[in-house]
Nanobody, 117 residues
Framework: QVQLKESGGGLVQPGGSLTLSCEVA????????MAWYRQAPGKERELVAS???????NYADSVQGRFIISRFNDKNTVTLQMNSLKPEDTGVYYC???????????WGQGTQVTVTS
């Protein structure tokens, strides 16, 4: 059974930091491309950062230099370290998994991040 369990969201002041975690089960994590998306109220879901099974990285321009995505294959976990947070980073953050060779991607339930003073 495929499961993606996110944690680490919360309320933070501008300039602060948060780290999100996503623990996965049900597929071979080391052969899975992972990503974080976010959705702000009234907006479409957008890609924040991704890390391939080969550890290739990709970041949205809006978070480049502030966010770091990492994967820990021994723990079936992907993290998103978010620094210098801005109010526009507010939204629901979703973990996404695309196992190599599978036709379907999977989503976590989402975790709320709110940046406000």
């Amino acid at each position: 059974q495929v499961q993606l369990k996110e944690s680490g969201g919360g309320l933070v002041q501008p300039g602060g930091s948060l780290t999100l975690s996503c623990e996965v089960a049900g597929f071979i994590f080391s052969m899975t491309d992972m990503a974080w998306y976010r959705q702000a109220p009234g907006k479409e879901r957008e890609l924040v950062a991704s890390i391939s099974s080969g550890a290739e990285l990709n970041y949205a321009d809006s978070v480049q230099g502030r966010f770091i995505i990492s994967r820990f294959n021994d723990k079936n976990t992907v993290t998103l370290q978010m620094n210098s947070l801005k109010p526009e980073d507010t939204g629901v953050y979703y973990c996404n998994a695309l196992p190599r060779g599978w036709s379907q991607a999977y989503w976590g339930q989402g975790t709320q991040v709110t940046v406000t003073s």
